[in-house]
């Protein structure tokens, strides 16, 4: 699960961004000016002022891959990314509901940008179920049971849906749960 500290930890990540961008889009430029204007329009809903570097724009190094990935999150869940830097300069990070779906796929988003594959497919597969779905570092353990979320989605966003009150697993349910138990037993008897 994904909670309020994670999400404050993140807007400071994705603001400090803010100060040197770089990134994809219609054109790396383009993406990074958008970013700026967005997170200067963001601070400036929420009273405050946010210094940026538009001439960093033009230098493709400014920033890494990971940040790239995150100035595309911000930029594709925008009202989302705003709700956060307002819940942040305003220091009440209650403002912000961790289960809202949108949050949930934003957190995704920037969780996602530092992922390698299945653990950056299962976590936007997750999210698109509202679910917050951690895997670490995607080695060992968690790659195996990223790869059983993407084998069996339906069970997974079922078993771990939101206010999920019943009692009985479903068949995907039953064999999402198994994928889940011959991951983690594969990994304890190969001594991981």
Known sequence: MVGRGVVVTVVSTVASIALACSGGGSSPEDQCQDFLQLTQDCYAKAG????TNPAACSD???????????????LQYR?????????SASKDPSAIDPRDPE????NACYASSSLPAPCKDAVLAMADCGVAYGFGQ????GAALAHCVL?????ACSLYKPGRTATT???EEQAFQKC??????AMFDAGM
């Open 180 to 185: 889940q138990l011959d991951a983690q037993r």
């Open 151 to 155: 084998t069996n989605k339906a069970g």
């Open 48 to 51: 405050r002022t946010v210094s």
């Open 138 to 141: 995607c080695t060992g353990t």
């Open 60 to 74: 493709p190094n400014a920033v890494t891959d990971q940040q790239r990935g995150q100035i595309t999150c911000a």
């Open 169 to 171: 697993l479903t068949p």
């Open 79 to 87: 009202d989302t990314y705003c709700k956060v830097i307002s819940a």
């Open 103 to 106: 949050m949930v796929k934003l």
